[in-house]
């Protein structure tokens, strides 16, 4: 049984004892005629009946309203998990997309010796070391010298230590006090803000005057 059902037997309820007060109050008085108090009465418990109805109908909406918010606000945490996990499976195709540029030559070594030279060129000291991951370190160990020489006019000193990348280049100072992170892990967390923005913008386009979504 609803909320505004239970307030309107009750309220009933309480108009009936309302009008056998007023009318036994007013017989007692001898100031009318039964007929006069029952008419009165009934006057009376019509105006309290429309004020408590009004209360009721608005404690009603009121409380719909409440449920509707609530409702709303559950609705929009659910959208917006759907969102976020929607952002963060665009994400990691794109890591898997980085990932497999290793299997294409052709279109990953030019990649990886212009984050080389971005990166060497950002560092100031003149002696370098460079950290690979374990294929690109077996690619390049027996003519990294003629490599680096290509790249820039600094000497890059090749790790001995392959690190853990999907790809990319880690460069460092002799000295290990200035790193610049150029892996593609390095490069996702940089551009992650700018990354979610963009996928989060692109999913979720409003539909543009032609009804078509942005797909760019």
């Known amino acids: 049984m609803s ?13 009936i004892e309302r009008a056998k007060k007023l009318a036994t109050e007013h017989i007692s008085q001898g100031n009318l005629s039964r007929q006069k108090i029952m008419q009165n009465a009934r006057e009376k418990i019509h105006l309290m009946e429309q004020k ?10 009121r409380e719909y309203l ?14 917006d998990r759907n969102r976020w996990g ?4 665009v994400m990691e195709q794109l890591r898997h997309h980085l990932q497999t540029l290793q299997q294409q030559p052709d279109q990953y070594h030019p990649l990886l010796l212009s984050l080389f030279k971005e990166g060497a060129d950002l560092i100031e000291d003149q ?24 790249v820039t006019s600094k000497t890059v000193l090749l790790s001995n230590q392959p690190i853990h990348s999907m790809g990319g280049i880690k460069l460092t100072s002799s000295d290990g006090s200035i790193m610049l992170d150029n892996t593609f892990e390095g490069l996702l967390e940089q551009q992650q803000r700018a990354l979610q923005k963009v996928i989060f913008e692109r999913l979720f386009a409003t539909v543009d005057g032609k009804g078509a979504l942005l797909h760019g």
Do not use: F
């Open 3 to 15: 909320r505004e059902s239970n307030q309107t037997k009750s309220l009933q309820a309480a108009m």
């Open 52 to 61: 408590e109805l009004l209360l009721a109908k608005s404690l009603s909406e």
């Open 66 to 79: 409440r449920k509707v918010e609530a409702r709303e606000i559950h609705l929009q945490a659910e959208l």
């Open 86 to 89: 929607l952002v963060q499976t």
């Open 127 to 150: 002696q370098l070391i460079a950290h690979l991951n374990s294929n690109d370190h077996l690619h390049y160990t027996e003519q990294w010298e003629a490599t680096a020489a290509e």
